[in-house]
């Protein structure tokens, strides 16, 4: 069964930086679009950053100049830096390839 899996959530200050993590699983990262998304309470889920199996990367808006999307083909595993976090980035972010989710990391950004 393919797993997608979160980590590297956390409480930070606002500017201050985290780095989350999806270990895949039956999947090769390096061969499929993927994606990070975010869903913050009473709001609908939107995409933060998506990287092509070409490496082609684009943003949110919101995002763009402070998080970086990449992967690590030896370790299977897509990432999302988030540098200068502030209070509304404040969500559960997911992991997407194409239908698979995985459960989520929880990312707090407050003083």
């Known amino acids: 069964q393919v797993q997608l899996v979160e980590s590297g959530g956390g409480l930070v200050q606002p500017g201050g930086s985290l780095r989350l993590s999806c270990a895949a699983s039956?999947?090769?990262?390096?061969?499929?679009?993927m994606a990070w998304y975010r869903q913050a309470p009473g709001k609908q889920r939107e995409r933060v950053a998506l990287?092509?199996?070409?490496?082609?990367?684009t943003y949110a808006d919101s995002v763009k100049g402070r998080f970086t999307i990449s992967r690590d083909n030896a370790e299977n595993t897509l990432y999302l830096q988030m540098n200068n976090l502030r209070p509304e980035d404040t969500a559960v972010y997911y992991c997407?390839?194409?239908?698979?989710w995985g459960q989520g990391t929880q990312v707090t950004v407050s003083s």
């Open positions: 997407n390839r194409a239908a698979m």
């Open positions: 039956l999947i090769i990262v390096s061969r499929s679009a």
């Open positions: 990287i092509t199996s070409g490496g082609i990367t």
